[in-house]
């Protein structure tokens, strides 16, 4: 049997990147996938090009009022949830004029990365839990970053937001377990995995393969991950072979974060 045969799964930010590796991925082992995104026209090609047990639904994730329609919608046609993976997410480079850095930062920018980032994560658990106590148990699967544990001077706004992240997720998965809901929230920190939000960083021709190469003299394992290895982690925590996984927070980073700058020469 298919690891999520016969499970509804939401994903926030699905129409490209990581989001859509995780679709891919949930959809190849039986999950119904509910993909969404503010990239419509992306959004509704993948769910058509994914075929039977997927489909597209509009969701700006910062505005509550459309969580609340997504709410409704999922609980008239599936009758609740059983995975939600809050993906979507931003940089704040493209999206917002900035800066970012602590001494000088511009507060609507700054709020805007919150905005995004952390509410859509507050808001996304807590229309999940209402509809996954239907189905009597879920997995709550929250993307935050590597940038969630380290600070980044120049991105000030990004780190906060992704370490908040990570921190809520420890505190959804202790409310539920205190209540006894049987909803795992769980966290992936993932790092130097070539997405579209690296596009702005690298740039194009010599100067991107220079900066590549830079970035993966960093990495321990020696090169950038794939979305899909992400998408492999989000599947590990939203199947039942993680039922007893709650409150964790699971690095994808090729090693980064086990100490690359100490490594010897």
């Known amino acids: 049997m298919k690891r999520l045969h016969n499970k509804t799964a939401l994903i926030t930010g699905a129409a490209r990147g990581i989001g859509e590796s995780i679709a891919r991925i949930f959809h190849q082992e039986g999950a119904r996938v509910i993909l969404s995104d503010i990239r419509d026209e992306q959004g509704k090609a993948l769910a058509k090009e994914l075929g039977e047990m997927a489909c597209y639904t509009h969701l700006n994730v910062k505005n509550e009022g459309e969580w609340q329609l997504v709410y409704e919608k999922l609980l008239l046609e599936f009758g609740g949830l059983d995975i939600l993976v809050n993906n979507a997410g931003i940089t704040g480079f493209l999206e917002t004029k900035g800066p970012f850095d602590a001494e000088n930062p511009d507060m609507e920018s700054f709020e805007e990365v919150l905005r995004v980032n952390l509410n859509s994560t507050v808001l996304g ?21 590597r940038n969630g544990l380290v600070g980044i001077p120049a991105a000030a706004a990004y780190a906060a937001s992704k370490a908040a992240v990570r921190n809520h997720t420890k505190s959804v998965a202790l409310l ?43 990495i321990p394992l020696g090169h950038f991950g794939n979305p899909e290895d992400v998408a492999f982690a989000a599947l590990y925590l939203a199947s039942d072979e993680s039922s007893y996984v709650t409150g964790i927070e699971l690095h994808v980073d090729g090693g980064i974060l086990a100490g690359s700058q100490a490594r010897p020469e």
């Open 125 to 145: 658990c807590k229309y999940a839990i209402p509809l996954m106590k239907r189905k009597e148990k879920g997995s709550i699967i929250n993307i935050s970053s």
């Open 176 to 218: 539920c377990a205190e209540k006894g809901y049987k909803i795992r929230c769980n966290s992936i920190h993932p790092a130097a995995i070539m997405t579209p939000m690296w596009d702005a960083l690298l740039g194009e021709g010599e100067a991107r393969e220079k900066m590549i190469k830079d970035v993966e003299a960093e």
